[in-house]
């Protein structure tokens, strides 16, 4: 089945160790994003890429990057983890704008611990 | 005030019943509204798109309401399974790709 995949689903790491988390897609989808979101909030979106157009928030911190190397992958950077940023980190996909519509589609998500 | 407001619960409604939900938004040229079901510590996932002349899907209907800028969700016959937390998701003009979400609405379905 197309799915949107995040690896690893569980990620610990300490403070100020850098960790990537990862995400892949089948269903050949333009759009990637990232999201973060703590308990009880919204999704905040961090950044997205429309194909190889990187888009950031403004007000994403600089801490957080990305990197997308190819249509199906997408990874996302936390050079410096502090503890305000254990979350869980969701990855969705969507089509071109134009096409169809605008439903993202999620990841499962990797909840990321700071020890 | 928030570009998407949700009241966010708890519902606690017993099997069976009739439950909606309403969302409210703030910027009048939103042009995409979605329902997502969020179930605790797992990813959204797409419930329905709302369209302007309202939509069915089984036991779950969608409304819009443009003049007065909310969207409704109403679950009929409501299971222990609907039990989980519901996202309204607007994108607005001007907005691109990027959506915006509510709080969600939690739901609990007891027997």
């Known amino acids: 089945d197309a799915m949107v995949i995040q690896n690893p689903r569980y990620q610990v790491t300490q403070f100020g160790k850098p960790v990537t988390l990862s995400c892949s897609q089948t269903?050949?989808?333009?759009?990637m994003y990232w999201y973060q979101q703590k308990s009880s909030q919204a999704p905040k979106l961090l950044f997205h890429y429309y194909d190889k157009d990187f888009n950031n928030e403004a007000d994403t911190p600089d801490n957080f990057q990305s990197r997308r190397p190819n249509t199906s992958f997408c990874f996302l950077d936390i050079r410096s983890p502090g503890l305000g940023d254990a979350a869980m980190y969701l990855c969705?996909?969507?089509?071109?704008?134009?096409?169809?519509?605008?439903?993202?589609?999620f990841g499962p998500g990797t909840r990321l611990t700071v020890t | 005030r928030k570009e998407v407001e949700q009241d966010p619960g708890p519902f606690n409604v017993p099997e069976g019943a009739t439950v909606a939900f309403n969302c409210t938004y703030s910027?009048?040229?939103?042009?995409?509204f979605f329902w997502y079901r969020q179930d605790c510590r797992k990813e959204p996932k797409l419930l329905m798109s709302v369209y302007s002349s309202g939509n069915e899907d089984g036991r779950f209907t969608a409304q819009l309401n443009r003049a007065s800028q909310y969207i409704s969700l109403l679950i009929r016959d409501s299971k222990l399974s609907d039990s989980a937390t519901y996202l309204c998701?607007?994108?607005?003009?001007?907005?691109?790709?990027?959506?915006?979400f509510g709080t969600g609405t939690q739901l609990k379905v007891e027997l």
């Open positions: 969705a996909t969507s089509v071109r704008p134009g096409q169809e519509s605008y439903e993202q589609y």
């Open positions: 998701v607007v994108r607005f003009t001007g907005g691109g790709n990027k959506l915006t």
């Open positions: 269903l050949n989808h333009n759009v």
């Open positions: 910027n009048s040229a939103s042009q995409s």
